[in-house]
């Protein structure tokens, strides 16, 4: 496999509180990025501050290690402007968090003029997956346990589509 010479080197996950859904798609993420031989770096964030230095939510640690994919040793942090520098891509896990990115990043242009490095391209996370394109992946916070599970699905097919997007003939 070829790898696109536009394929990040590193891609940064966001969502709210970073205690569910960011967690989540870190690991699964560093997972399938590491079985499609893809050296990368990834991490998550939440465009909030509630769960800094927290472990994530106990119910997504519970669904996701059922998936075979261990988040227990994540500590959730919040989103900080280096993150724009320091990452290639940062995917937002819905619109209201892209929407947020997209603010933090306008005002690190607007106050720092002529950067010496690019800033983070920012995307919906689900932008590249022809099953969930466009389509938010839900909070499970306040949900139930099919919630989590209906995360993971979400995630882990996401995931692919960004990989299979990287991917040359």
Known sequence: MLIKASAPSSVLLVCLGNICRSPTAEEIFRQQTAIAGLDMKVDSAGTGDWHIGHSPDIRAQRHAKSNGYNISKLIARQVTNDDFTNFDLILAMDAQNL?????????????????????????????????????????????????FEEVIRRIESSSQAWIESWKTS
């Open 99 to 147: 929407t947020d990115l997209q603010l933090i990043k306008d005002s690190i242009e607007a106050s720092n003029g002529a950067l010496k490095k690019p800033l983070a391209r920012l995307a919906l996370f689900s932008e590249e997956d022809p099953t969930y394109s466009g389509d938010d992946v839900p909070d499970p916070y306040q949900g139930n346990a099919d919630d």
